[in-house]
C-alpha cells in the first residue's frame, strides 16, 4: 500500500470514529503576520523594560518620559554607526577605516518602533489623548536623531518623490515616458 493510500485510510477510519464531527478540535486562528508578531513582541521588551525599572513602573504610571529613556536603553543594541561631531570620518558617507564611535539603533527603525507600540498602547486599552509613544516629545526626539544621524553620515533624509502617472490613449505611463513620447 503507497503512503498516500496509507493516509487517506488513516484519515478515513479517523472520521468515522467521531459521529458528527463531535469530538473534532476547533481550527486554530491564523497565524499573525509580521507586523502583528513585531508589534506584540515590541509590546512585549517594553512591558518587560517598564517591570525591571526600580521601582517597577505600570502602564498605567508610564508617560513620555519611560518611553524616551527606552529609546536611549535601544541604543546599546544599535547596529548603526553614527560618528560624533570630533570623528575625522565625521559626514562621510562611506568611510575608508574603522573608528570607535557608537553603534546606535537606526532612526527609522525607532520611527518604526514607536509606531507599532503606539498602535498596540491603544490596542491594550489605552486612550489616543494619553498615549505617551504620540507624545510631541518623542516626535521631537526622533527628529533629532533623525537630523543627527543625517548629519553624521554625510548624506540628508530626503522623502522619496512618487511617480506621477499620466494616461495616454487607454495605457499607463509615468510622466517620463510621457514627456519622451510627446517630444
Known amino acids: 500500500m503507497s503512503t498516500t493510500m496509507q493516509n487517506d485510510a488513516v484519515q478515513a477510519s479517523s472520521s468515522t470514529s467521531r459521529p458528527n464531527g ?48 527606552f529609546l536611549r536603553y535601544l541604543d546599546q543594541f544599535g547596529k548603526t554607526k553614527v560618528h560624533l561631531h570630533g570623528c575625522i570620518f565625521f559626514g562621510q558617507p562611506d568611510p575608508p577605516a574603522p573608528c570607535t564611535c557608537p553603534l546606535r539603533q537606526a532612526w527609522g527603525s525607532l520611527d518604526a518602533l514607536i509606531g507599532r507600540l503606539r498602535a498596540a498602547y491603544e490596542e491594550h486599552g489605552g486612550s489616543p489623548e494619553n498615549n505617551p509613544f504620540g507624545s510631541g516629545a518623542i516626535r521631537v526626539y526622533l527628529r533629532e536623531v533623525k537630523e543627527c544621524q543625517s548629519k553624521a553620515r554625510g548624506i540628508p533624509y530626503t522623502k522619496k518623490k512618487k511617480k506621477r502617472i499620466t494616461q495616454i490613449k487607454g495605457t499607463h505611463a509615468t510622466s517620463k515616458s510621457f514627456n519622451q513620447l510627446a517630444s
Do not use: I
Open 22 to 69: 463531535a469530538d473534532q478540535q476547533p481550527t486554530a486562528t491564523a497565524p499573525l503576520s509580521r507586523y502583528e508578531s513585531q508589534k506584540k513582541r515590541d509590546w512585549n521588551t517594553f512591558g518587560q523594560y517598564l517591570r525591571n525599572q526600580t521601582p517597577a513602573v505600570s502602564l498605567s504610571q508610564c508617560n513620555f518620559n519611560h518611553v524616551l529613556e
